[in-house]
C-alpha cells in the first residue's frame, strides 16, 4: 500500500473573514484509488473543518461536486489523484459562477434557466391514466435518449466562453434539455419551448466551439444539441414567415 502524500491547493473565499479569495495548502494521504473528493474529505474530517464544498452521491450521477481542478471543470468525485502525481494540484469553484464561499458557487441563474425550457413532458390535452401509457419506439426513444443524460452538474456552463461573457445566454445544459424534450414523440409542447430556444439569447449566441461537450461527463453532447436546435429552427422559419398569421398581416385586405 502506498503512503506518499500529496499536496493540494484549495481556493479559499470566506465573506465573513476577508473579501479577497486566498489559496491554501493541504497534505492528504495518497493511495492509487484516491479521488479529489476524498482529499476534501479527508481535509474537512480531520484539518480543517471549515473548508466549504458540495457533495452527495460520490458515484457521478448527483452532479453536485463539480469544482475546476487545474482551471478544467470536472467532478471531483469521478477524477483521480493519481492522474496528478508529480504536478501542483490546484482545486478552484467552478467558473462563470458567483461564489458563495471557498468552492460552493451559486447555482440560482442555472435554475432559472432550467425551469425556463419546461423540463417536462407538456400534451395539448391530458389522457386520462386508465388509457395508458403514450408508447414510442426504439427509434423515437434514440432521437433524445442521449440528451436525457445530463446530471446539471454544471461543468458545460463552467467551460463556455459565451456564458462567461454574457450570463443571458441561455446555455449548453438548459438547451441540451429543452431538445431533449423537443424532440420527445410524446411531448406537444415544441411551439412553448421554440421561442425560448430560438431567444436572442438562445442557441443563435452559441459560436460551437465545444468546450461545453469536451467536460461533458456523460457524453450528453450539449452542442450537438444545440446545432439540432439551430436546424430546427432554420426548418421551422419558412413556415412561420407563410403562416396565415403573417399572411393576414403582410397581404392587403380580403388575401389579395
Sequence with gaps: MET???TIRVARYRPEKSEKPYFQEYKVPYRKDTVVLDALNQVKAEQDGTLAYRWSCRMGV???CGANVNGVPKLTCATFLHEFKGKSLTIEPLANFPVIKDLVV???DFMEKLLKVK???IRDKQSPPE???YKQSGKELDRYAQFS????CLLCYAACPIYGLNEDFLGPAATALAYRYIADSRDQGKKARFPIVHDLEGVWECTLIGECSVVCPKGVDPMLAIQKTKILGAMEAPKTMLSPETLKAILPR???
Design 119 to 121: 423540463p417536462w413532458i
Design 4 to 6: 506518499d502524500t500529496a
Design 106 to 108: 451559486n447555482i440560482d
Design 131 to 133: 388509457e395508458g401509457e
Design 254 to 256: 380580403g388575401g389579395e
Design 62 to 64: 448527483c452532479g453536485s
Design 149 to 152: 443524460s445530463c446530471i446539471n
